[in-house]
């Protein structure tokens, strides 16, 4: 198979010419106008909800599950995967209990609620740690990852081609999303989802049909089947060497919780689409079927970490593959499980599909960087320019200011890329270091929207301290799995609120607390019966793959 052919380039250059013109497309405006910031940032508040579910998905599912989690279903097997099937009931629950608040606040952003409930200070500072998150944490991983990609796909795969693909993809996401806003990202992000759906579906089968002599995809399955046993396990025992990172039971009911309920319900760069939807329950609609896309997930990106994994041990009946070990053996030493995904892209798929697989994998990547590009200007222009920086009363500078802030976020980005060179897991990696200061958010905006005797002074102090308690239950000595740290660390902030709040509020209801009648939580039929499909379909996957 090899490297890139002729009609390889041809079909990837169509999908970078169809993704641009697109973008720019729905960019236009007429002669004349100008786009506001709820044009630019909120895409008019017009999305449907299919086009929110796919462009939520295509926000998520980046360099970050393709390469990431792949290497990490090789390094540990399907239990990574309760990322993405326990992703799909946190969005369930994000659409019923948090989205109505969100929508009847008319939020642009995220900490924008935290202004409304608390207090400014509080909203500048998370604004300011957002910001620096984009920037330096997700950015820099989704291009170093989709980079390290391509170079194996069609370059050397010596890391000598990084940088050049680090300043390629940038300079892709930015050509549509810096003109376009959120519109352009959005309605790009239901041919991207398409595609990676469609791309990653087709590596796993061309995969699985490679892993035994004779052939077949019945035969692969099979296969794995048989020895991959220990990679097909949902809930890790105690002795299992990966522990750590997935604690058992605890992913299901303890620390998990926190990681998906910060990222799906407070994250700005996914929940935007849902701000931007017609209405709620388009907004929930779009939620649910994103659920629905997250429960096919496991199967782009898990499944071919565990086929790799069994194509480098070699056990009987498996196909040899000459130079496997090499492929994924690091220069210092190790294995280098994130290979895994774009090593079975070189061997194992032909010319012309492998054009198609490669696009998909870059419409993975460049989607997720234009919605983490779009919602890094909406946070910056909405909640630092334009209440400290912004001179002019009408707005008119405010679209200007956002797509300049996406042009500085990239330029640093691409510079800091390059040094997570030396990250083993990177997946394993971006949860653990956003771990140490999403739980104390968490329990900042929990206790805010569902404890109305919550005070400002308690948020941030809660906030605050969160910090300094997440960094010494990360210490050796206490030697607790990460995700045991998050669920602990929030347990101990919200005791924090409680304790304070109780302690220095004048009134058993804070003056900024917000109203929420009964009825704000009731959804419609819909809602509901596909609410209870995911959860049903769940129950079944874990049952099956415990």
């Not at 198979?1 to 405006?29: H, K, N, P």
């Not at 593959?321 to 994924?328: D, I, S, T």
């Not at 980005?413 to 270091?433: C, D, G, K, R, S």
Request: glycine share 8%.
């Amino acid at each position: 198979m090899g490297a890139f052919q002729t009609i390889d380039y041809v079909i990837f250059a169509a999908y970078a010419v169809l993704i641009l013109s697109v973008g720019l497309w729905v960019s236009r405006t007429k002669k004349g106008e100008k786009k506001n910031a709820e044009d630019y940032f909120l895409a008019k508040k017009s999305l449907p909800f299919w086009a929110i579910g796919a462009s939520l998905i295509a926000a998520n599912i980046s360099a970050e599950q393709f390469i990431g989690m792949s290497g990490s279903g090789f390094a540990i097997g399907l239990a990574i995967a309760s990322y993405e099937w326990m992703g799909a009931l946190t969005l369930i629950v994000v659409a019923k209990y948090f989205l109505p608040v969100f929508i009847r606040q008319g939020l642009f952003t995220i900490p924008e609620f935290i202004e409304k409930r608390f207090n400014t200070s509080l909203k500048t500072i998370l604004a300011v740690f957002w910001v620096a998150l984009f920037i330096f944490v997700n950015l820099t991983s989704v291009l170093f990852l989709g980079a390290k990609a391509l170079d194996t796909i069609a370059g050397s795969g010596d890391g000598s081609l990084i940088f050049p693909f680090i300043l390629g993809l940038a300079f892709f996401s930015a050509a549509y999303s810096i003109w376009g806003g959120l519109s352009a990202v959005a309605w790009t992000d239901v041919i991207q989802v398409v595609l990676l759906v469609v791309g990653g579906l087709i590596t796993t089968f061309i995969a699985l049909d490679h892993v035994t002599p004779q052939g077949g995809i019945a035969d692969g399955v099979n296969h794995i089947y048989h020895t991959a046993g220990d990679k097909l396990h949902m809930i890790l025992s105690r002795d299992h060497p990966q522990f750590m990172n997935l604690p058992g039971i605890g992913v299901i009911i303890g620390g998990m919780w926190v990681a998906n309920l910060y990222y799906f319900g407070f994250n700005q760069y996914i929940i935007q689409r849902a701000l931007a939807a017609k209405s709620l329950r388009e907004a929930q609609k779009g939620l649910a079927f994103a659920a629905f896309l997250k429960l096919l997930l496991p199967l782009l990106v898990v499944i071919p970490g565990i086929i790799a994994w069994v194509m480098y041990m070699q056990p009987e009946g498996t196909v040899v593959v000459e130079g496997v070990k090499q492929a994924f053996a690091r220069p210092g030493g190790g294995v280098n499980y994130d290979v895994a995904y774009p090593w079975l892209i070189k061997n194992f798929i032909p010319a012309g599909i492998k054009g198609l697989v490669v696009a998909a994998l870059a419409a993975a990547i460049v989607s997720s960087l234009a919605s983490m590009l779009n919602s890094t200007a909406t946070i910056f222009t909405m909640d630092i320019y334009k209440p400290y920086l912004s001179k002019k009363q009408d707005g008119s500078d405010l679209v200007p200011v956002g797509r300049i802030s996406i042009i500085a976020a990239l330029a640093i980005a691409v510079l800091v890329a390059p040094a997570l060179n030396t990250m083993p897991q990177m997946f394993q990696y971006i949860q653990e270091y956003t771990g140490i200061v999403s739980p104390g958010i968490l329990a900042v905006f929990m206790m805010g929207l569902f404890w109305k005797r919550a005070t400002s002074k308690a948020a941030i102090i809660g906030v605050i301290s969160s910090i300094p308690v997440a960094l010494v239950l990360k210490l050796e000595q206490v030697n607790l799995p990460f995700l045991d740290q998050m669920m602990y660390t929030c347990l101990i902030t919200i005791a924090v609120i409680v304790m304070i709040s109780l302690s220095t509020a004048k009134a058993d209801e804070d003056p900024k607390a917000i109203p929420m009648p009964r009825d704000m939580f009731k959804t419609d039929a819909k809602f509901n019966i596909a609410a209870y499909v995911v959860m049903s379909v769940l129950a079944l996957l874990y049952v099956v793959f415990w």
